[in-house]
Nanobody, 123 residues
Framework: VQLQASGGGLVQPGGSLRLSCVAS????????VGWFRQAPGKERDFVAS????????VYADSVKGRFTISRDRAKNTVYLEMNSLKPEDTAVYHC?????????????????WGQGTQVTVSS
């Protein structure tokens, strides 16, 4: 499974972006998908995950109420809608497909990783 993340860019504080993660394989639709982010000099942190059918989502406390993860199984695409962005949201955002239909916060739960898209929040 190959994953392609896109939609990053430069945005002012308080602004919004929508990231997309497109998978190459149909089997992606049976896997949970997560978004992680990594700022320079820091570890990769969990942001959000969504179950295989979209019925279950998990969010990091730092993004709850601001970010929304969703998926379109017919398009093999997972989205991350990011609102009320803050400078501390600046990072490279990676999507990842999990081994199973449900997944949480641990990187070890994820089998396939995309290359990442840069999000910069700055005035």
């Amino acid at each position: 499974v190959q994953l392609q993340a896109s939609g990053g860019g430069l945005v002012q504080p308080g602004g919004s972006l929508r990231l997309s993660c497109v998978a190459s394989a149909r089997t992606f639709s049976n896997n949970a998908v997560g978004w992680f982010r990594q700022a320079p000099g820091k570890e990769r942190d969990f942001v959000a995950s969504i179950s295989w059918n979209g019925g279950s989502t998990v969010y990091a406390d730092s993004v709850k109420g601001r970010f929304t993860i969703s998926r379109d199984r017919a398009k093999n695409t997972v989205y991350l809608e990011m609102n009320s962005l803050k400078p501390e949201d600046t990072a490279v955002y990676h999507c990842a497909a999990a081994y199973r239909s449900y997944a949480g916060v641990g990187t070890a739960e994820y089998a396939y990783w995309g290359q990442g898209t840069q999000v910069t929040v700055s005035s």
